[in-house]
């Protein structure tokens, strides 16, 4: 009898749990770090751009679920000092597995929720190298690829419009550690260790 009941219990768990998948699109503001060299000053980072998005995400529970998620970043590489700027164009891809903690119940239909994880990003440089490269005192672009380990945090409101089908509204942060071998420093430069990547997205949810 003991052990009908536990199997009734979880059967009944896993019922409780759903499914979703969606996409999600918008921009990614990304910060810069000090650049300091005997030769003077610079920043170094990469310029605004557009980032698309797609998870599977699965309940667990009333207030928590998880998330896959992969996003499409649109990342070229810039060198900036005293006025003048150098660029080089460049994309990235986020793999991440995020934990999500929900105010309200799953099936309410106003959402707020908190995000935090981690995964991996790879930034790809798509330019062409040339032999002379503006700021080349400070750094060198390269086209190659190189993969960081990638925190992620967010917080984001989903709105029920119908009774599978969700919108969303999301702000993500995906730190991590400066791309070097993308960015080359010069020698004797300097460079600051840490990136943030501000996301606001929008998109949809399908609940099954």
């Not at 199997?7 to 768990?13: E, N, P, R, T």
């Not at 699109?25 to 310029?47: D, R, T």
């Not at 309940?59 to 005293?82: K, P, W």
């Not at 903690?101 to 935090?116: C, E, M």
């Amino acid at each position: 009898m003991k052990k009908l009941l536990l199997l009734i219990a979880a059967a009944g768990a896993c019922y409780a749990q759903s499914w979703e998948f969606g996409g999600v699109g918008g921009a990614g503001f990304l910060s810069n770090v000090n650049v300091s060299s005997p030769l003077g000053s610079a920043k170094a980072g990469f310029e605004p751009g557009g980032a698309f998005g797609a998870f599977l995400g699965q309940s667990i529970g009333s207030h928590f679920a998880g998330e896959i998620r992969y996003e499409f970043l649109q990342s070229n590489l810039q060198l900036s000092s005293a006025g003048s700027t150098a660029r080089f164009s460049g994309i990235a891809h986020a793999i991440h597995y995020d934990f999500i903690w929900h105010t309200n119940r799953k099936d309410s239909p106003v959402q707020f929720f908190a995000a935090v994880g981690g995964g991996m990003k790879m930034w790809q440089g798509t330019g062409t190298e040339e032999a002379y490269q503006p700021l080349s005192q400070y750094g060198y672009f390269t086209k190659t690829h190189e993969v960081k380990p990638m925190g992620s945090v967010g917080a984001g409101i989903t709105y029920r419009v119908s009774q599978r089908i969700y919108l969303r509204t999301e702000f993500r942060d995906f730190i991590t550690p400066f791309p070097t071998k993308l960015i080359a420093p010069a020698p004797n430069a300097k460079y600051g260790s840490i990136l943030h990547d501000f996301v606001p997205m929008v998109g949809m949810d399908y609940v099954f």
